[in-house]
């Protein structure tokens, strides 16, 4: 079917409407991040004014956004692998195996999905206060009270487990006759077969753990293990910084998650489409 | 009552305390301010370990600071000392971490000014905290545009409305085009800042938020006083004089106007002269007492203070610190002379120094002469946070619904109060609706 | 089913050996086996997640004290709650802010993916350029849209409908438009992500019900109401189910441009509860409206999955 001119005409419109509107406001946002001239509260400039990239380096280097960044990378590289490599054995128990109590288990999971996390503020405080088993030394202020607690998310065993169904019957048994045990059939049968869901989940879960606000806060003091968001918000009621800084500032925080939406993003879709399929 | 929930709280609790060391010389302070002004905290502490040798550990954050205190409280981690805003006194002691101080036993605490006393006061005369700094509110003017347009410096109520009509009217920066405004106001429900900034126009009206009574208080909103003092405000925010987005706005987004030319009054407190000195300048900027209202000038006075947090393991370091605080000494390094960080001591509480003399700069005599004069300090109920966030709630409803009945909506607000009056246990009996 | 467990003894396949092990054994393995695979992630959930949840829950009978012990209720918090003027309004506010934004989204969502669908090189950079907003943090996009919308007549949206006459509109300041401006705001953010979900839908449709339709001579707009809704409406049934959770614990999109102001117009139950548990400190009465709400939306999870189960199989 061939287009007419008019119609063609009336697609490149709605692609420029669709692009304005879900893209447009963040250039806004690039713009004041490179611009010198210090603007008024709720006043943007659409055209670029004295490029400079002195408010990055005031937010990097004087404002210690490094350091902050620093820190949310090591709690989202050890959060997401260790997330990820959780829920997949999980999901293996759920997706391939028949067991009382299966149900009970996917319902107290779904539930903490639901659950307003302010809500458990104060006792997830004092459980990171409480000596671990084994190593015997509370978690409190420590990488480990950042990480430990969002490894486990319902979300991405659900995900995994939607994958892990749809891996066809046959190929495990066959892998059994060869004579396989079980943590083989995971390990060399299952896991290859669901690598894109990996990258799905591991987008998912990286901008999950990468926006964490809430639990960084209460769970560590020491100002040099503050994460980016924390920082931010910290930041931003400070009089003495400079609107332009904190939106240089805002971006350096928002581009770890653009890139690795980018690297990863062609698995984004399948992943969507498995929520889709389980409904 | 020794409940289930809280034997299950200190289950997990004392284990962690017991593994905590314990050195007797050290004291940990926390305070509520930025990472910019913790300087002037470390360099009392500092002079403080110097002359004792107590040692002294601190942490600030500028957010989250009473829930984190909240938290410290149940896993009894609370530190020694607090250094927060005078008004928190009541939402401290309402978490139950905080002993009543006796104030005779400070070597200093004559030399503190009674006013400044009456902050750390409950209703029934106990003394909760220890003042370490006071100040009141003045009125910034970008002083350029003011001369530029002619107009003198606005006295009362009427002059502070033609000042801001020229402002937003007559392009007082030349730029020719329309972005600028009378002046800065915050009127945001959040923490209860339109409550918070409407105190000045209340009483500056006669009115107020209560009165105090041999038995208690009465909720005094419903007068046609406040119903003056809103009716002004709100013709500011409705005829476009203040900057836009004002009943959303908190005093971390009204500072921000008045620096970058937006605005060309704001109502502040002597702790962001060096923020102002920067940008736009002292030279083009003037500090002016508040306006006169129907009932002369007012302002509100408020402070900050040291607490004392229960718990604590060393008293004697603790209050040793105290009385570092509030000396000529402790409040000379907390003024912080001579630096645009922001002071920690605002208007020294010590009534034997003379700030004139320390800060050299005739602004901080009109932040003098209105707290020694004109402050009124919050009413000392037990929890005025919440009065805060209620009237806050109220007052925003009014300033962002330009035709709504102001009298009407305080008698509502009035009613309110006072049930909070009475569920805090200090409503006056003689109260009728 | 030839399906065996390893033995703790054993380092590598010996397929033969294991066949002896007696069936009850056997049986047994099977048993704990996939408890050993759920453990770590029971750990994590046990530890983080549910102890701290029930601690919450208990919370709910009492008046918390914070450093001295908390006093015992009873279901006071819970009985309040019928009293509670200011969460009634939140609750509709928020009722009102969950229909519209799921609608408002899914609509967006799918004409986004009619238009967008397609293996086309550009419409895949579209596809992808687009869906920066749903993975940006909130309060950076709450921080945006405060300035987009702000009420000064030189403010982005408010010079834009300058342009065709339009008066500059309060938006976030003006109580009768702030709840609309944030619903906008969050059909903004999920819109792309709703988007995707419906495209993985299409994908699914067979193509042969389009080739039918075509001998009969349908209508673009025809097919799309025959065949085209028809074959996404599982993946109708996820948005919808997903914004409904998301929505009715919509808080930091409000806290973070309004407050809940102005004039209380934007209040949620979230930031009602927050207003309560953190400003006034009143935990145990937090605590309780939480767990109202995490039951509602706990049964309404299931009521979906049964009515899913029902008509879809």
């Known amino acids: 079917m061939k287009k007419s001119p008019t119609l063609k005409t009336l697609q490149v419109i709605v692609y420029g409407l669709i692009l304005l509107i879900f893209v447009g406001p963040f250039w806004s946002v690039l713009v004041t991040a490179f611009s010198g001239t210090s603007l008024k509260p709720g006043q943007l400039t659409l055209i670029p004014q004295s490029f400079t990239l002195e408010n990055f380096r005031i937010a990097f280097f004087d404002m210690k956004v490094w350091r902050y960044l620093l820190n949310s990378l090591i709690v989202v590289g050890f959060g997401t692998i260790a997330q990820v490599l959780v829920s997949a054995l999980a999901a293996y128990a759920l997706a391939r195996k028949k067991f009382r109590g299966a149900a009970v288990v996917t319902l107290l999971i779904l539930t903490t999905l639901m659950l307003p996390e302010e809500v458990i503020a104060i006792p997830l405080y004092l459980v990171t206060l409480k000596p671990l088993p084994i190593i015997n030394e509370p978690i409190y202020n420590h990488y480990a009270a950042m990480i430990l607690p969002v490894v486990g998310w319902a979300f991405s065993i659900f995900m995994l487990t939607e994958f892990m169904r749809a891996v066809p019957k046959e190929l495990e048994e066959a892998a059994r006759i060869d004579g396989a045990n079980d943590w083989q059939v995971f390990g060399h049968v299952i896991l290859p077969l669901i690598r894109p869901a990996l990258g799905t989940v591991i987008i998912f879960g990286f901008i999950m753990i990468w926006d964490q606000y809430l639990l960084p806060l209460i769970v560590v003091q020491d100002h040099s293990l503050m994460t980016l968001p924390v920082a931010l918000a910290s930041l931003r009621v400070d009089p003495t910084i400079t609107p332009n800084i904190i939106v240089a500032a805002t971006l350096i925080a928002m581009a770890p998650s653009v890139i690795i939406y980018l690297l990863l993003q062609k698995h984004f879709n399948r992943g969507l489409m498995a929520g889709a399929v389980k409904g | ?433 | 089913m030839t399906e065996t467990q390893p033995s703790a003894h054993s380092n590598g396949p010996a397929p033969r050996k294991r066949s002896t092990r007696s069936p009850a054994l056997r049986r047994l393995g099977r048993g704990v086996m996939p408890w050993l695979y759920l453990m770590p992630a029971l750990i994590v959930f046990t530890w983080f997640k549910f102890y701290p949840m029930i601690s919450g829950f208990l919370m709910s009978f009492y008046e918390v004290k914070f450093y001295d012990p908390s006093v015992w209720v009873g279901l006071d918090n819970y009985r309040a709650i019928l009293h509670d003027s200011a969460l009634l309004v939140a609750t509709w506010h928020t009722i009102i802010y969950v229909i519209a934004e799921t609608i408002g989204a899914a609509v967006l969502a799918f004409f986004l993916a009619l238009a967008l669908e397609g293996p086309a090189r550009h419409v895949r950079i579209i596809r992808t350029a687009i869906f920066v907003p749903a993975i940006t943090s909130v309060a950076i996009i709450a921080e945006l849209w405060r300035i987009l919308f702000n009420s000064a007549s030189y403010g982005l949206v408010n010079s834009f409908i300058g342009l065709f006459g339009i008066p500059p509109q309060g938006f976030l300041t003006d109580p009768s438009q702030a709840l609309w401006v944030l619903i906008l705001m969050s059909i903004w953010k999920s819109a792309p992500y709703d988007m995707v979900i419906f495209l993985a839908g299409l994908v699914s449709i067979n193509r042969e019900l389009y080739d039918a339709a075509d001998v009969d001579g349908a209508s673009r707009l025809r097919k799309i109401w025959h065949v085209t809704l028809p074959g996404i409406v599982p993946a109708i049934s996820v948005v919808v189910m997903l914004s409904f959770i998301r929505g009715f614990r919509v808080f930091t999109e409000v806290y973070a441009t309004t407050g809940g102001g102005p004039a209380g117009s934007t209040s949620t139950i979230m930031t009602q509860i927050y207003k309560v548990g953190f400003e006034q400190l009143n935990y145990g009465y937090a605590a309780a409206v939480s767990f109202l709400l995490l039951l509602f939306t706990v049964l309404m999870t299931i009521l979906h999955t049964v009515l899913k189960n029902r008509f879809f199989g």
Not at chain 2, 225 to 230: F, I, T
Not at chain 2, 292 to 311: D, N
Not at chain 2, 398 to 412: N, V
């Open chain 2, 1 to 433: 009552m020794k409940s289930k929930f809280g034997q299950l709280l200190l289950g997990g609790c004392l284990a962690v305390a017991v593994a905590l060391p314990a050195s007797a010389e050290t004291i940990t302070v926390w305070s509520r301010q930025t990472d910019q002004s913790i300087s002037v905290l470390k360099a009392i502490t500092d002079a403080f370990t110097k002359e004792t040798g107590i040692k002294v550990e601190t942490f600030n954050s500028g957010i989250d600071f009473e829930q984190r205190l909240a938290r410290a409280a149940a896993a009894r981690q609370l530190p020694d000392v607090v250094i927060n805003d005078s008004s928190q006194v009541g939402s401290m002691r309402q978490m139950g971490i905080l002993d009543p101080i006796d104030r005779t036993k400070l070597a200093g605490w004559k030399d503190v000014s009674d006013i400044a006393w009456q902050s750390a006061q409950d209703g029934q005369g106990k003394y909760y905290a220890v003042p370490i700094s006071a100040q009141a509110f003045a009125l910034f003017v970008r002083k350029d545009w003011r001369e530029k347009l002619g107009l003198p410096v606005p006295k009362t109520w009427d002059d502070m409305r033609k000042l801001a009509e020229a402002f937003t009217h007559d392009d007082p920066d030349g730029n020719g085009k329309a972005d600028t405004f009378g002046l800065a106001i915050p009127a945001s429900t959040t923490r209860g800042y339109a409550s918070w900034y409407m105190s000045h126009f209340l009483w500056q009206a006669g009115g107020g938020y209560l009165k105090k009574t041999k038995d208690g208080f009465l909720p005094i909103l419903n007068t046609p006083e406040d119903a003056k003092a809103l009716s002004f405000v709100r013709g500011l925010i409705c005829d476009g004089l203040a900057q836009p987005g004002a009943v959303n706005a908190t005093t971390g987004d009204t500072l921000p106007t008045f620096r970058s030319g937006q605005t060309g009054m704001l109502i502040d407190g002597p702790y962001d002269l060096g923020q102002i000195a920067k940008e736009p300048g002292l030279d083009k900027t003037e500090v002016d007492m508040l306006p006169a209202g129907p009932s002369g000038v007012a302002a509100l006075a408020e402070g900050t203070s040291a607490y004392m947090l229960k718990g604590t393991t060393d008293k004697a370091a603790v209050m040793k610190f105290l009385d570092f605080l509030i000396s000529p000494e402790g409040q000379k390094i907390g003024m912080n002379v001579g630096s645009d960080v922001t002071p920690l001591v605002r208007l020294p509480v010590n009534t034997t120094m003379d700030v004139l003399k320390i800060r050299k700069d005739p602004r901080w005599k009109v932040y003098q002469d209105t707290f020694l004069n004109y402050g009124h300090y919050m009413p000392a109920v037990p929890d005025w946070t919440s009065i805060r966030l209620l009237t806050g709630d109220g007052f925003n409803a009014i300033l962002s619904q330009c035709q709504s009945d102001i009298p009407a909506q305080l008698a509502d607000l009035n009613t309110k109060v006072a049930a909070e009056l009475k569920k805090q246990g200090v409503l006056d009996p003689s109260y009728k609706e």
